[in-house]
């Protein structure tokens, strides 16, 4: 009858109908004025339907707020209730796999217009009008009306009558008018979804970017050390407790606090950083609490704190052992309380953010020293997590040089390099002060000077780099040879290291590598591995 609106049904992704949100569409400018426009002429209702004919957007228990006064005696009996419910569903059901208006009758003789809404080729349901009369039917309609107000109101269905013969006869002309208008509407609701489902795709692709990012998962490393903090980092992330990650420069501290941040319930909310090393004690003040205007000289206007930005979020102290002692009494407070008052104000605010803090001193030394609050110390270190130095998780180097080696050849849109041997031999016999950053800057240094080269060889190594290993000759990593003498060789240093760091704590050590205690005993012994004294077996 009139022209499909497959071209507008053009939304990101379909969308099921019980996601629609049919009471914002009545709330859009644009159809709200449709329907008055449409009332106001014909006296006929606009109304929703979803796929199985139930209506929506109308208050509960009513049926659609009819405007003429025949159609409200109607939709006020219970029969004609049922009747115009019966109605409303099987045009809805019938309009399934129909693409165009259509121009029917009710249950009491009336004439009614709906338009499909189709989102993707997805059927969502119907917009449609009733109540009118059309003017080529005009005579057999009145016939079918008076019929069935006879038997449904027989003591009122004279005055009823007189009530029909008021309402306007819509001319075929009118009739294409207001399927034109009714289909308006269809449009604009589709327009409204489109914006609503792109703006829903977007965050989505945002959430699942960031998730991804800084997914535990993405975090480089299968030794037993990681292994141990990333079980850790699922724990945390879910709790709102205040965490003190810890660990040398280059170890990704940060990275670590953008994981727990986007893996836990506030990763739709903000993550501001500040490093507290970067800012003296004044200007440290004024970023974490705000100031108000004039409050000292460069203070042209009021300006919010990161606790304040953060509020509902997360707020990252990275460098935070380098606070001044005065710092530390109003940031124990902030954290105690959560209230804090922005600098040269005397109003006290609050703030619900999570704090995450991270340094690379030792804050239990400093305590002692008595350059670090012991109160502050244990309100940060409610949940410790330690982030281990590169050369104590030396087998996740080979996993970390390829991640470099493939991002740097992503970054120049060409295929990923490899190391020679003996380029990785050095790389794993070298102690990596700088850690992860110095060892993601050594690959790019690598990448860059090696030019066409597939294979980088150890030429192309930092001096440093080259004279560390120079000066350590009990390198223990050597990846030519036979490989069961090469993994011995690992499997020895790894063990070895795992002792030392664990101070010959035999269970979990055994934990941390995944073995059996009775195993590790077994290659302790195997590898001369015992601690000086202590007698086979004897050991914790």
Request: with cysteine.
């Amino acid at each position: 009858m009139t022209k499909s609106n497959e071209g507008l049904a053009m939304a990101s992704s379909p969308v099921e109908s019980g996601a629609v949100k049919w009471d914002e569409f009545d709330k859009l400018h644009v159809i709200r004025s449709l329907r008055e426009l449409v009332g106001r002429w014909w006296k006929i209702q606009l109304n929703f339907t979803d796929t199985k004919g139930f209506l929506r957007g109308v208050p509960e228990g009513r049926f659609f707020n009819p405007l003429n006064s025949v159609c409200k005696a109607v939709t006020g009996d219970q029969k004609g209730f049922q009747g115009c419910l019966g109605t409303a569903r099987k045009t809805t059901v019938d309009a399934t796999n129909s693409k165009d208006s259509r121009l029917f009758k009710c249950h009491a003789g009336f004439s009614a217009i709906s338009v499909p809404i189709r989102v993707n080729n997805q059927y969502l349901g119907c917009v449609f009008g009733d109540g009118f009369i059309v003017e080529e039917t005009a005579a057999e309609q009145r016939v079918q009306i008076k019929s069935y107000l006879d038997r449904a109101f027989p003591g009122r269905a004279h005055e009823l009558m007189a009530d029909v013969d008021k309402l306007p006869v819509l001319s075929k002309k009118e009739v294409a008018y207001l399927t034109e208008l009714i289909e308006l509407v269809v449009d604009e609701m589709l327009r409204a979804n489109k914006v609503v489902a792109d703006s829903q795709k977007k965050v989505a692709e945002l959430r699942k970017e960031l998730g991804a990012r800084y997914g535990f998962d993405s975090m480089i490393g299968k030794s037993g050390v990681m292994q141990a903090m990333y079980r850790m980092l699922e724990r945390v992330a879910i709790s709102d407790a205040t965490v003190l990650i810890q660990g040398e420069n280059g170890t990704g501290k940060e990275l670590i606090a953008k994981a727990v941040h986007y893996n836990s319930q506030h990763r739709g909310t903000k993550f501001l950083v500040v490093n507290c090393g970067a800012f003296n004690e004044n200007l440290l003040e004024s970023e974490l609490f705000g100031h108000i205007k004039g409050s000292f000289t460069g203070a042209v206007r009021d300006k919010k704190g990161l606790f304040e930005e953060a509020d509902g979020g997360t707020l990252f102290l990275d460098e935070v052992g380098e606070m001044s002692m005065a710092m530390q009494v109003k940031m124990l407070r902030v954290l105690q309380e959560g209230t804090f008052t922005p600098v040269g104000s005397t109003q006290v605010r609050k703030s619900n953010a999570r704090v995450l803090a991270a340094t690379n001193r030792d804050l239990a030394a400093m305590v002692k020293q008595g350059t670090f609050r012991e109160d502050l110390f244990y309100r940060l270190n409610v949940i410790n997590v330690t982030v281990p130095p590169l050369r104590d998780r030396k087998e996740d180097i080979p996993l970390l040089v390829d991640h470099f080696l493939a991002a740097f050849g992503k970054q120049v849109n060409k295929p990923a390099k490899t190391l020679s041997v003996a380029c990785m031999e050095d790389l794993l016999n070298h102690e990596w002060p700088g850690n992860v950053r110095e060892l993601e800057n050594e690959i790019e240094r690598l990448c860059v000077l090696a030019g066409d080269d597939k294979e980088i060889s150890n030429d192309f190594l930092s001096p440093r780099i080259k004279d560390s290993v120079a000066k350590s000759p009990n390198a223990q990593y050597r990846l030519d040879g036979k490989l069961k003498d090469a993994l011995e060789d690992l499997e020895k240093e790894m063990i070895r290291q795992g002792l030392e760091r664990t101070r010959w704590n035999k269970s979990k050590l055994a934990k941390e590598l995944g073995i059996s205690r009775a195993g590790l005993i077994m290659k302790v012994e195997k590898y001369g591995l015992e601690k000086r004294g202590e007698r086979s077996g004897s050991a914790s």
